[in-house]
Structures are given as C-alpha cells and as structure tokens.
C-alpha cells in the first residue's frame, strides 16, 4: 500500500513512524512535512489546502490511500477532491468536517442527537455583549466566563476566565476585528480527547488520551495547540470510553449521516468529565496533537490497513484493535514567546534521537535543523506505568538543546500520582 500523508506536525510525523511499522504499507510521502518525516518519507512541496493540488500529488505518487491531518484542508474539501479522483481518503469531506469548522453547525447537530455540551451564545453585535455576559455569569452559577472565537483559531482562540474584565476585553477585541464571538456555560472535571475511528455509522474508539491545554506548568498562562498528553488514562475505566462512544458519538455519527454528511476519518471528541458526568467541550473533524502522539506509540494493530478500511467503508470488517500494555506520554518543546509569535531560526540540537517526533522544523542548507514554528518537537516516551513513561519522555528531553524553548514539567504527573478522580 502506497500512502500519502498530508501535514507537517508531530501528528503527521507519528502517523507515518506507525504506518511504516505496517507490513503492508511499502511505500510513504507527505506534503509539506519537516525536518523529521524528510527522513522517512518522499516530501512534496504544495499547497495543501487546495484540493486539485493534492489530488494531483495522490496520482503523481500513485497513493492508494491519503491521509489528511490538519483541520483547514478538511474544512476547505480537500478530502472531497481526493476521493473525486477515485482515490482512498481518510478524512470527512467539507460538510462533515463542519462539526469542527463551524461552532454553530456542530451544536445544532449534538442538539439533534441528544449530547450534552455547555450551553452557548454567539454573539456577532458588540452592543449585545454586556448582557449575554451577565446572563452568562449568572445563568451557570459559576464564577467562570469561556470566550471563543467562532472560527478555526488552532485552540488558541479561547480565554477560560474568572475575571469578567479579561472575559470582556477577549470579547471586544474578536468583535472589534469582525469576528463573531461564542459566549459558552463553564464546565467543570478533567477533560478527555477520545479520538474514534468513524466510516458512516461505525465508531470505533481508540485509547482515552488527555491533552495540557494551557502553556504553563500547573495549568497556568494562556491556551495553546496543546502542550503534552498521555494515554490511557488511569483514571477512566474501558466500560466508561465504550459509554462515551455508544451514547455520545455515536448518536452524532448517525446525525451526520441522517442529515446526508456521513462522516469518514477521525472524529476526536473534546470532553470534561462533569460531576453529571461527560459533557463534549467539542468535535474536531481529524486527530488531535499532541494526543495522537501518544495514542499511537501504543497502537499494536497495523495504522495503514486499518484506515484503510475506514476509508473505504469496511472499518466493521476489522476486528477488535490490538493495544501494547503500558502508557506514553508526549511533552512538546515550544519556541520562545510561543503562543505568542514563536522565535525560530534556531539551531536545534539532539532532535534526531529515538522518540523526538518533529514539528515546526526546517533543514538548514548546511544540514543543521533549525525551529521553524511554535510547537517545535515532541518527545514520546513509553513505559509500564505512566510514571515509567513520563521518565523516559523526560529523558529523551533533556539531551534536546534550543536557546529560549520552553516545556511544561508536569504532563501525566497529576495521574500518575492518583490525583485524578472522577
Ligand atoms: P477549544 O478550542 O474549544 O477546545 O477550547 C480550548 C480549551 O479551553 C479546552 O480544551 C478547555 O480546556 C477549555 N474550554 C473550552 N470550552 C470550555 C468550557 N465550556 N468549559 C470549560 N473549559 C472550556
Ligand atoms: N490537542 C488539541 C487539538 O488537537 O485540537
């Protein structure tokens, strides 16, 4: 099998470190990539959220199979032209992927399929805002305001906030550069990314992961793409992901395919663990990052057949997935001043160890890496138990050199300690 990875993540990287474990998968290319995947695939150069030139890159490489990782692509069809040129796609097409795209789309649709999700206000009129502010603090009784930009915004949009002056200026400033605002109900527990294989009616859970959201240490400072994750969870029993995917996915699954959208790829539900109990934070219409990371460092069942069949409508043939025993977590190494404008330019030194997956990475003409983005790298390390692994992700992290990068030191540490309970 001949696969064609679109992206240029640490997730496209760890898709093509699985994919190549595949015994039938004998040839990989990914476009644009990094410094990183350079190393194990064909890298091609082209815009990858038009949907000629990628169908046009899947033919050139004779790919059986394409795979498509980030969200923009999705959102703009580049699953629909690919499929259009007779070619197997792993990825929902453009009205699918609107469960990510558009906030609106996708609370209309948990609405119809009965899934619990904080309520929410979109609010496009700046003379409104006041009001839907107080109705907001005082409708959930909590002293916590979540403001969102109503469009892709790379998980950086959002401000979670007890002060209602930081929830207001958020707010004004999105409204003031003409974007509508999401004024969203507080929801309280730890969150879960549970990533599900989904063809139609199908859904398929792969292991629970949980995702460092915020830049700092202790979940302080601002949102960013996602600092770290690990899987599984400790703290989240098998009886309880199969609930989330039989009553919370799978009806939305079935909502997609009622309303003429079937979903095909990777359908990642965003949810917290409420004392109600879990309620979606969001869909995202593809595999998350830093997640994937770690949910994949575990997966024993061969990546390329298996989305393989989802994409070509025969995941309910495949059998149950094999899982390697043990835990990974991923940290991500972020450039200076990310998730603010990332320096980069830096030589970056150790990146070519076992477990660094690249991210923002370029290769310097006279052959050094160099940061090329925010989220530079992630290291993964796996081990019996979480505490093993967080050992050996920090290991592998402490021989990684780049002048003014930053991590955070406490991913999977409150879950290895047992301090998570729901
Ligand atoms: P999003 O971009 O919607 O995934 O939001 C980014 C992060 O903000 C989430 O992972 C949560 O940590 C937090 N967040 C978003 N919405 C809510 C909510 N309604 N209640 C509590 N936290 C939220
Ligand atoms: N890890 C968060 C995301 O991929 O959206």
């Not at 839907?132 to 403001?147: H, Q």
């Not at 983005?373 to 780049?402: E, F, H, W």
Request: hydrophobic letters at 45%.
């Amino acid at each position: 099998m001949r696969v064609l990875v679109i992206g240029s993540g640490a997730r496209e990287h760890a898709l093509l470190v699985a994919l190549r474990r595949d015994p039938q998968v004998d040839a990989l290319a990914i476009a644009p990539g990094n410094a990183g995947t350079a190393a194990i695939a064909d890298q091609y150069q082209v815009d990858i959220t038009s949907g000629d030139e990628v169908a046009a890159l899947a033919r050139q490489v004779e790919a059986d199979l394409v795979v498509i990782g980030p969200e923009v692509p999705l959102v703009l069809g580049v699953a629909d032209a690919v499929r259009d040129a007779g070619i197997a796609c792993f990825g929902p097409g453009k009205d699918a992927a609107r469960i990510e795209g558009s906030k609106a789309f996708a609370k209309d649709v948990m609405a119809a399929a009965g899934v619990r999700t904080a309520a929410s206000e979109i609010i496009d009129n700046p003379a409104h805002l006041d009001a839907a502010l107080d109705r907001f603090g005082k409708s959930v009784g909590e002293p916590a305001w979540v403001v969102k930009d109503d469009r892709l915004a790379a998980g950086k949009g959002v401000v979670v906030t007890p002060d209602r002056t930081v929830a207001r200026a958020h707010a004004a400033a999105l409204l003031e550069a003409g974007h509508p605002v999401l004024l969203e109900s507080y929801l309280d527990g730890p969150e879960v990314s549970l990533f599900c294989l989904v063809d139609g009616q199908t859904v398929v859970p792969l292991l629970p992961a949980q995702d460092f959201k915020r830049v700092g240490d202790h979940d302080t400072g601002p949102n960013t793409g996602g600092m770290g994750a690990y899987a599984p969870l400790p703290w989240l029993s098998a009886e309880a992901c199969r609930d989330i995917a039989a009553e919370i996915v799978e009806p939305v699954a079935a909502e997609l395919v009622k309303r003429g959208c079937p979903f095909t790829g990777l359908l990642y539900a965003g949810l917290t663990i409420t004392s109600q109990g879990p309620a979606v934070i969001e869909f995202n219409c593809r595999f998350g990052d830093p997640e994937t990371q770690s949910v994949l460092a575990l997966l024993d069942s061969p990546l390329g057949q298996l989305l393989y069949a989802t994409a070509t409508g025969k995941l309910a043939d495949f059998g149950e997935l094999r899982w390697r025993s043990g835990a990974a977590v991923t940290v991500v190494l972020a450039a200076e001043n990310y998730p603010g404008k990332p320096r980069m330019g830096d030589v970056v030194l150790g990146a070519e160890a076992d477990g660094v997956l690249h991210a923002g990475t370029a290769r310097r003409e006279d052959g050094a890496i160099v940061s090329s983005g925010g989220r530079v790298l992630s290291v993964v390390g796996t081990g019996a138990d979480l505490k093993a692994a967080r050992t050996a992700a920090y290991q592998i992290m402490s021989s990684i050199r780049l002048p003014g990068s930053h991590f955070r030191h406490d991913i999977g540490l409150a879950a290895a300690e047992g301090k998570i309970t729901v």
